[in-house]
């Protein structure tokens, strides 16, 4: 009897100090600003890159280890090299959530959720530099959108399909001010890169380039497949864009000429390049050291590295092989995506009661499982 009396007492004294510790946490992350010294700072940064410099930010639900906030969620932002995590928010609220959007210098943007849903289209920021119990309300009126971040300057349109415009607005951060730059119907991704945006028109048969300082367009011609949507822009150089077509290839243009060279046709280089199995995420891509480094769409993306001078391509991070659970019931209730450090590719698996974070150098050699 005493020694159940003893263990219920430990046992309560421990659940007590979990509580305090978790309260605690709480207070800080609410009040306390995150201080990093980043060496490379994101700037400009699209929708969805949610890396800076090495590392890493996500969203992570609360569970019973959060006692007793034991409901909602958190926002982490984490240290590729020695792991550390710091909370850059947390939401106790249990009808309520965050999903993943931008992290762009010492601002991190994110839509919130009402019961797993973007329903009430906020996109809101919160500057790590700041007391972080309340989020900076950028918008309640931009849901469903693209976009791009300069500086202290949001560039977006809206994408849903009742949409009766598809005008591009500059939204100033600080000021909160916004401005129409261009009308008419765009379409695709919107990417910012250096002092221009890029999208395409409705039609998909140009890309069009839009200054930033002046509103004024440039387009060149570029014949796609009916009903193209998939398409990303990244600038390997000073005078090439490279522009990867979903199921289709990847084609260099020269932006002083707007002459057009195909690097690799995804039909003639064993390239499964299409969106097997109806997954909506982001169509990553990046330049490494003279690499261009694509994914395609999937539950499980692979990754390949390709040669711009040369044209050679390998498939260096096949995410299915890579997944720690590939041969278990758990890879049913899975999904995973990529995202790209300064010196790290990081492949983050989301399943149904956890997340597996992996970490890959830039030739796909497994670097370690971060904690």
């Given at each position: 009897?005493k020694?159940?009396?003893k263990?219920?007492l430990?046992?309560?004294?421990?659940?007590?100090?979990?509580?305090l510790?978790?309260?605690?946490q709480?207070?800080?992350?609410r009040w306390?600003?995150?201080?990093i010294?980043?060496?490379?700072?994101?700037?400009?940064?699209?929708?969805?890159e949610?890396?800076q410099?090495?590392?890493?930010?996500?969203?992570?639900?609360?569970?019973?280890?959060?006692?007793p906030?034991?409901?909602?969620?958190?926002?982490i932002?984490?240290?590729?090299e020695?792991?550390t995590?710091?909370?850059?928010?947390?939401?106790?609220?249990?009808?309520?959530?965050?999903?993943?959007?931008a992290?762009i210098?010492?601002?991190?943007?994110?839509?919130?959720?009402?019961l797993?849903?973007?329903?009430d289209?906020?996109?809101?920021?919160?500057?790590?530099?700041?007391?972080?119990?309340?989020?900076?309300?950028?918008?309640d009126?931009r849901?469903?959108?693209?976009?791009?971040?300069a500086?202290?300057?949001?560039?977006?349109?809206?994408?849903h399909?009742?949409?009766?415009?598809?005008?591009v607005?500059?939204?100033?951060?600080?000021?909160?001010?916004?401005?129409k730059?261009?009308?008419?119907?765009l379409?695709?991704?919107?990417?910012?890169?250096?002092?221009?945006?890029y999208?395409?028109?409705?039609k998909?048969?140009?890309?069009v380039?839009?200054?930033?300082?002046d509103g004024?367009?440039e387009k060149?011609?570029?014949?796609?497949?009916?009903n193209?949507?998939?398409i990303?822009?990244?600038?390997?150089?000073?005078?090439?864009?490279?522009?990867?077509i979903?199921?289709?290839?990847?084609l260099?243009?020269?932006?002083?000429t707007?002459?057009?060279?195909?690097?690799?046709?995804?039909?003639?280089?064993?390239?499964i390049?299409k969106?097997t199995?109806?997954?909506?995420?982001w169509?990553e891509?990046?330049?490494?050291?003279?690499n261009?480094?694509?994914?395609?769409?999937?539950?499980?993306?692979k990754l390949?590295?390709?040669?711009?001078?040369?044209?050679?391509?390998e498939?260096?991070?096949?995410?299915?092989e890579?997944?720690?659970?590939?041969?278990k019931?758990?890879?049913?209730?899975?999904?995973?995506?990529?995202?790209?450090?300064?010196d790290y590719i990081?492949?983050?698996?989301?399943?149904?009661?956890?997340?597996?974070?992996r970490?890959?150098?830039?030739?796909?050699?497994f670097?370690?499982?971060?904690r």
């Open positions: 009897m020694k159940r009396r263990i219920i430990i046992s309560g004294a421990v659940l007590i100090a979990i509580m510790i978790n309260i605690g709480y207070a800080i992350t306390y600003p995150i201080n010294d980043w060496e490379k700072v994101n700037d400009p940064v699209n929708m969805g949610t890396s410099d090495n590392y890493i930010c996500y969203r992570e639900e609360n569970g019973i280890k959060d006692i906030f034991i409901m909602g969620c958190k926002v932002l984490q240290s590729i020695d792991e995590k710091q909370i850059i928010m947390e939401d106790i609220n249990p009808f309520r959530g965050v999903s993943e959007s992290i210098g010492n601002n991190v943007l994110y839509y919130r959720q009402f797993g849903e973007q329903t289209g906020s996109l809101k920021s919160i500057n790590l530099k700041s007391k972080k119990g309340e989020w900076n309300e950028i918008s009126e849901e469903d959108i693209t976009y791009g971040i500086g202290e300057h949001l560039y977006y349109y809206q994408t399909a009742d949409a009766k415009e598809r005008n607005y500059c939204y100033d951060l600080k000021k909160g001010s916004q401005e730059i261009v009308e008419g119907r379409w695709g991704n919107l990417t910012v890169i250096d002092k221009y945006l999208l395409f028109d409705q998909n048969t140009e890309l380039k839009i200054s930033i300082k004024k367009m060149w011609k570029i014949h796609m497949a009916d193209q949507e998939d990303n822009v990244v600038q390997p150089d000073n005078k090439n864009l490279a522009v990867i979903l199921n289709e290839r990847i260099s243009l020269d932006i002083e707007g002459k057009q060279k195909t690097i690799i046709s995804f039909s003639d280089s064993g390239v390049n969106n199995d109806g997954m909506d995420q169509y891509a990046t330049t490494h050291d003279g261009l480094y694509f994914c395609d769409k999937g539950w499980y993306p390949y590295k390709l040669e711009l001078k040369s044209g050679k391509k498939l260096i991070l096949d995410g299915i890579e997944d720690p659970y590939k041969n019931e758990e890879q049913d209730e899975a999904f995973s995506y990529v995202t790209f450090c300064k990081v492949c983050i698996y989301q399943y149904k009661k956890e997340r597996k974070i970490v890959f150098d830039y030739n796909g050699k670097v370690k499982e971060l």
